[in-house]
């Protein structure tokens, strides 16, 4: 009788510890795959953006207007993309944006299907850098926001003028964000503008498998955004694998 109502208590043992099991992992269970782009832009809104270096007249302006405007370029770009794609292309765009505010990331423009005239919007007002650079936090909000959706192709662009001044560095942030996942079986590319700024102090990102570019100008910072949508985000062009 004993060994009975054992095995019944075992069994409930059992089904128990599997519920919490799957319970417990609910939270990085895969997510069911959706073809398209999931875009989140890291907009660097920190003090030193208001430093001047040189647009495309060659004439000395802030390097938040002039990202501003590189921005605005590619929002026409998604747009275009997103409406001459052939028809049995599917161009399923959603896209945020994350700024800095007072030393912390925060998101400007939520998350959800792309809406150029939001971002645009939110451009348009933008009332002037100022604080420091929270790199780390705004790449793990960013990050966080791709991996609730169920679009494919998920990638932040981030667009910044410095280092990381306070919080956690990118480099301690991004292994935690590719874990998750690959967790949830999904990828996740990071893309780094650095805007006149030596690229090299981004060097442990390369090793991450960020794609890190630099920028000195306005000329180069519309080039470098060209590549990175065009190759890296639109066509996902792989990096050359080192020999």
Do not use: C
Not at 81 to 88: L, R
Not at 126 to 151: H, I, M, W
Not at 192 to 204: G, M, N, Q, S
């Amino acid at each position: 009788m004993r060994t009975r109502q054992g095995g019944k208590g075992m069994v409930a043992v059992v089904v128990t510890l599997l519920a919490m099991a799957i319970a417990g992992g609910a939270a990085d269970a895969p997510v069911t795959s959706e073809e398209g782009l999931a875009l989140a832009i890291v907009f660097d809104t920190s003090g030193s953006m208001g430093e001047a270096v040189k647009d495309n007249a060659g004439v000395m302006a802030p390097k938040h207007v002039i990202a501003r405007r590189a921005l605005n370029t590619i929002l026409d770009r998604l747009k275009d993309y997103q409406a001459k794609a052939p028809a049995n292309v599917p161009r399923n765009i959603h896209a945020g944006l994350v700024v800095f505010d007072n030393g912390r990331a925060r998101i400007a423009v939520p998350f959800g299907p792309f809406h150029a005239e939001a971002m645009r919007d939110w451009l348009k007002h933008f009332s002037g850098p100022s604080g420091n650079t929270p790199l780390g936090q705004a790449v793990q909000v960013a990050s966080l926001e791709l991996l609730k959706t169920k679009l494919s192709h998920k990638h932040v662009l981030v667009i910044t003028d410095g280092i990381n001044t306070t919080g956690e560095k990118p480099e301690q942030v991004i292994p935690r964000m590719k874990r998750q996942a690959d967790r949830q079986n999904t990828g996740l590319s990071l893309h780094f503008v650095a805007f006149d700024v030596d690229a090299r102090l981004f060097d442990p990102l390369k090793k991450l498998g960020v794609t890190v570019v630099g920028a000195a100008d306005a000329r180069q910072l519309n080039d470098q955004l060209e590549f990175i949508v065009e190759k890296k985000i639109l066509l996902e062009d792989e990096e050359p694998k080192k020999k």
